[in-house]
């Protein structure tokens, strides 16, 4: 007998339906970190092969790594937020972190260590592989995609057939550099102009019957220089989803430029070649693809749709006292499904991280709440429960604020978005991960949560300009570098305004290069101004939306004007007037810049 | 080969089933190292209370002997330990008395909690205990002194083990150490992985059978107790746990490491 047979799992504890794993994979692992440490393999070769296995380097050693487990269409189940609990207290700090492209990432753990994860995670079916390096990394999807009102039909299916055929494929094991796809339910909600490809649900009518397709987006992307990406065509058919998908591949994979490690993404191949050639080039590939194709090849997409079942209350009324709070965090966290009375409701983390032990409450909220019996993974360093029932809310609720996971504003500006920073990263000038928390921190005390006209505003932070933190397209986004006043060094954040990432995407406007701990002073100067002059309607991504476009008529009519009301904020006082502004957050001592080599993290 | 000994082979754990038939048998001596109030609520059948802090506040060789003499154990008593703290404490109090010279003592192998819910019986009742006579013949080689610690550590094959958790470990720790955090040492049910996981998360590690291995934490040996019984499951016999760990280390003002430029705390959720 043993305890597991007693502790029975609870039944409706669902299973993934697919598994990403291969469990010889670990094995392998294992034996070339040994074949390595023995210096029978070359440093370069090494970084490769750990790069394909989800392994990223750590800052300034090379004793430990990160894993970085990919989450397929940020579908993720309550068995395996256990497993990863699981892991990070036996390998890594024993918090985990939420990425902004829907992985979960292990930091801090020893490169001998790195082949148990993978062990571990191949028991619930997840993989690292591909996650890092020039690879197809995860395949992301909204965590809306089946509940957004806005949306033509569900991509979730085709975005895990897309990362299913993709995974382990031959052809794109050894690309010039990682490539990115991005499904979503509608333009708002998952950033489709902002990767290497982008994938919208379209559907079109010929002679009377609806037909399934998609808008496709080509050549986006955020990185040290950013660029939004092309519409391919008015309308691709949903067999040409992957034949598209192939012939891009095969083009960046024949002339991306493998030489230039800092410009070969595939947005500056089609940067460089300009719009219009790359667009012949893709479709002219996409006919030789789909009339070469050997045997017929086909996504093999699920047809059928996830099971929902509302899960059984044991108690189903009673001690219907709303806790306090409630009422905030319902109007800051919670989003209304196309189905009637079902809610999503999105886990405020601090920048993404999340302890072992929330994770198993997450586990068993998710077990208790959720229709589908599973989680998705946001876009923001999130996690969203969907297919909660509007009268579980309140319960849900305070059993979220039993295990700290109860936050407001996870929907709102009041959650930035901030990289890992020096925390963990080779390229990180500062701190981005930790300014993300206080600024939260800082928003919830002022209760900045709750204002509607910040509400679909952004704030997102980079440790260094290549954009992990997303900054470019974030209402106000700072990425991080160093200044200097004689021999003195501190923390600084160059700031941008106005970018966004929904049908109208477009870059932050560079504004001015802010001290790190003037930041927060910064962002509240900035909503002050707004509420002197906003108009009616106005949100503060609207009217930074106006100015830095400028069509602003009030006060504040260019990013310039912006810069003469910030400035004094901008002027660093002498050492003895102020030593905290000579140094980062989270760090007592002198700020100095300090980076290894980059290995392309996000 | 094990057959022909006729030495008895003492493992360092046991299983709750084999545990349950011994305590009818009335062949053991179980100490529970909880809590005296958490013990007097209940425990295993016939187990005995040694809270971990008595025996810590003074855990000199002759103090020691004459706990575990009045609780009735001498040189030849087969004695298990368990308690609720995934085997650390209960592996601190099963060292001290393999470290007096007492060969025959194993750790339960689940927690009393996990004994619980295998359904398993527990009791209130307090058993009558005859003191018995006890000797002490030190074994040496199971401890390890800061002043040995410091001048074995340079040497080759000398493995020197952290067991505590990662933050802490890069925070600070005794130059040259490795970290494997008692986390590690566990399965979800056993306080100890099985062998085979064992062996080849420790192999992986660079610890060989030829290794001496040193193990410590954060002050009282506890954790790397645990970690001393973890190597010992798959038969590393040369282990000492350094007993008084990185509290006594810094009191003495020794010098640390730490992983040096990065803000890896703020990564951590609490």
Redesign the interface.
Known sequence: ????K??QARPDSKSPSVNWAKIEEADNF?KT??LY?QGKYDEDSFRRFRLQHGAYG????NDYAMVRIKIPAGKIYPTQLEKIA?LS???????A?FSTRENIQL??V?L??V??IMRGLAEVGLTSREACGNTVRNVMCSPLSGVCAEEKFDATPYAIATAKFLLRNPMNQNLPRKFKFNFSCCEKHGMVRMCDVGVLPETREIEGKQEKGFKIFLGGGLGNKSFVGYQLEEFTPEEDLLYTSIAVLRIFDRMGDRKNMARNRMRYLVNEMGWEKFQNLVLKERAVVRATQSVIVKLDVDPIPEEIKKPIRISESGGNSVPDGYARWYKTNTFNQKQDGYQSVFIA??AG???AN?LREIAKIIRDYSAEGMARNGFSQDIAIRWIHEDDLPKMYSQLLQVGLAKSGSLTMASPIGC?????CNLALT?S??LA?EIQRKFLELKLDEEDDLRDSTIKISGCPNSCGQHGIATIGFFGGGSRVGKDMYPTYLMSLGGRSDGETMLGINCLRIPAKKVIPTILKIIELFKQNKKDADTLSSWIHRIVNGSEDSDIKSINDFKQILSPLTVPPTKDEDSDFYT????DSSYHT?TGKGECAA | MCCLSKEKTVRPTIDADSLSSQIRDNSVRVIDVRKEEEYKKNHIPNAVSLPLANLLSDDSPERAVKLFQSLGIDDETPVIVYDDTFGALASRVAWTLEYLGHSDVSLLDVTYNQWNSLGLENDNKIPSINSKTHSIVLQPQILATADYLEEAKEKEGVILLDNRERLNFLEQHIPGAINIPYRTLASPDKILRPKDEMKRLVENRGITPNSEIITYCGSVGTLSGLAFYALKSINLSNVKLYVKSFKEWKNLKKSTSKQENADYWDLSAE
């Open positions: 007998m043993s305890a597991s007693l502790n294992a970190v040994k440490r750590t800052r300034m050693t699981q207290e036996a390998f890594s700090i024993g918090s972190h930091h801090w020893v001998e260590d082949s148990e983390l601090e991280d999340i302890t929330q890992s920073g020096t925390t963990s701190n991960h930790r928390k980062d957050y989270g760090n300090k």
